[in-house]
């Protein structure tokens, strides 16, 4: 599982030191791809061949179907971790993402994300501000008696 915060920094050449733990999870490869508000994802690749099947299997007839799986499938790279725990984010990723030197790596379970850091600091505190207001919104309940 990929938890965590961890703040990195992006070199001159575009590589991106992984956190030893998430290396430890991706093996040696990951799948880059365009995410949701504005960052990047990183999924191991038998979690990106789980996903990819699922998004093809998605109807070819809704047009906003289509444009959410050419966003993911199109922006998707193969992206080897080098001796050093390194990846390189190729520029097209690193435009969409308008990532800087400062970067935020953060584990969401069965993936991370990379955000600029000013970009995640602004959004997580707003998230962390209306955090009882969205646990409201969660629907499973945790009862033991179901």
Known sequence: MLIGEHEHRIDAKRRLSLPAKMRRVFGGVVILTRGLDRCLF???????ARISHTLALKS???ADER???RSRL???????IDALGRILISE???AYASLTTA?????VGNHAEIWDTATWTSYREEMEARTDELAEHLTPSHDASR
């Not at 990183?42 to 990106?48: A, G």
């Not at 970067?103 to 584990?107: D, H, L, Q, R």
Request: charged residues 35%; negative net charge; hydrophobic residues 30%.
């Open 103 to 107: 970067v935020t790596i953060i584990g």
């Open 60 to 62: 070819e007839g809704k």
């Open 67 to 69: 444009r959410y799986v």
């Open 42 to 48: 990183i999924y191991t690749k038998d979690d990106w």
């Open 74 to 80: 199109s922006g998707a790279e193969e992206a080897e």
């Open 92 to 94: 097209r990723l690193t």
